[in-house]
């Protein structure tokens, strides 16, 4: 992965949407709001329904896309002391199994932000990251780290093709976010992912794993900059990620013993 840059999270307010259904006797117009925005997951909170997969591994009939805002979210769903584990760039054959294998012995839930080929390429991947629980990300066709520089077709074709391989690969399961490359936000782009249903994504904690700069390092990062917000970046594609599995290996369990629960970033909430 190419060098990060750095991005301040914008707000954007989302208005409530008006939907019209057409009955044979007549019309009626029915008012859709938006969710209460909440500082977790607990009762009384909604939730979009989810479409699973079908057997036959095809994409079932496309349901209307949850609302969600056009800003950068950064919390966690749970709150609290709660992190986001996220995961970029990705599928990989070789470092992404070891990575669902050590989420799974510390029983953590984590976010897959995947590139369109690599999704296509690696479909068994992309359904095993789902059906053990974790939630999908569409981090481009390309990974294109400049495209805030062109034009708002190339931002609509690099979100929107990625999301229909991902979902394909995917059996047709939902795409809850869209991270942007390197952090290559522009308000089309957070307005073509979130009209779709996936909430823009930033991070807090850049390992620079990509740098491969040691375990060590990757670990020392997470340690130091946790106290900047809860969301955590890390890398399973893009090269070697030997290091970011072993920090991995170590990361999880501190940040249980550090009391700090594993969530999933904001869908709904500003």
């Not at 769903?77 to 584990?85: F, Y």
């Not at 976010?111 to 095993?128: D, I, S």
């Not at 990062?221 to 030997?242: C, M, Q, W, Y």
Request: proline share 7%; hydrophobic share 35%.
């Amino acid at each position: 992965m190419g060098q990060k840059k750095k991005y301040t999270p914008q707000i954007a307010a989302v208005a409530s949407a008006v939907a019209l259904s057409l009955a044979a006797w007549g019309a009626a117009v029915l008012t859709d709001t938006e969710a209460e925005a909440r500082d977790g997951a607990g009762a009384g909170a909604q939730h979009e329904q989810r479409v699973p997969p079908t057997q036959d591994g095809k994409a079932p009939a496309q349901v209307k896309p949850a609302k969600v805002p056009e800003s950068i979210a950064h919390a966690t769903e749970a709150g609290g002391k709660s992190v986001n584990i996220t995961i970029d760039d990705g599928p990989d054959p070789n470092w992404t199994p070891q990575m669902l294998d050590i989420l799974k012995e510390n029983g953590v839930k984590a976010t897959f932000c995947m590139v369109g080929p690599r999704a296509k390429e690696y479909p068994a991947l992309v359904k095993r990251v789902v059906a053990e629980g974790h939630r999908l990300c569409d981090h481009t066709m390309d990974h294109d780290t400049t495209m805030d520089k062109k034009s708002v077709a190339y931002q609509k074709q690099q979100i929107l093709d990625a999301k229909r391989l991902i979902e394909e690969a995917a059996g047709g399961a939902k795409i809850d976010y869209y991270r942007a490359p390197g952090g290559a936000f522009t308000p089309d782009s957070r307005k073509i992912a979130a009209a779709e249903g996936m909430r823009p994504l930033g991070w807090n904690v850049d390992t620079k794993d990509f740098e491969r700069p040691g375990t060590a390092a990757i670990v020392g990062a997470v340690k130091n900059e946790l106290s900047n917000g809860p969301t955590i970046l890390f890398h399973d594609g893009g090269g070697d990620r030997s290091q970011t599995v072993e920090a991995l290996r170590q990361v999880l369990p501190w940040l249980k013993q550090q009391g700090h629960p594993t969530s999933f970033p904001v869908r709904t909430a500003p």
